[in-house]
């Protein structure tokens, strides 16, 4: 059973960080791009950040760049989000999937920016 699980979020200041890890299980997940998607309330869920499967190349939403990170760790099933420089626009529910062809969404995590 495909099982992708998030962590890392809360409530943050303005010019905060906050590190998101997303574990994933019942995939082969060394062999798929995978992606960090958000969706704030009231609008479409979009792709901010993706990692090739080797880890080795990566894009970012033109919002993001230079203030968020990601990375992944294929021995051990995991995808991280490093957010830096957050700001109150960050606030959304953030999920991680597969880059290409989803799968079913897993419960995601909450991220607020506020003061």
């Known amino acids: 059973q495909v099982q992708l699980v998030e962590s890392g979020g809360g409530l943050v200041q303005p010019g905060g960080s906050l590190r998101l890890s997303c574990a994933a299980s019942?995939?082969?997940?060394?062999?798929?791009?995978m992606g960090w998607y958000r969706q704030a309330p009231g609008k479409e869920r979009e792709l901010v950040a993706s990692i090739s499967s080797g880890g080795t190349g990566t894009t970012y939403a033109d919002p993001v760049k230079g203030r968020f990170t990601i990375s992944r760790d294929n021995a051990k099933n995991v995808v991280y989000l490093q957010m830096n420089s957050l700001k109150p626009e960050d606030t959304a529910v953030y999920y991680c999937?597969?880059?290409?062809?989803?799968?079913?969404w897993g419960q995601g995590t909450q991220v607020t920016v506020s003061s």
């Open positions: 999937n597969k880059r290409y062809a989803v799968l079913d």
């Open positions: 019942g995939i082969i997940f060394m062999t798929y791009s």
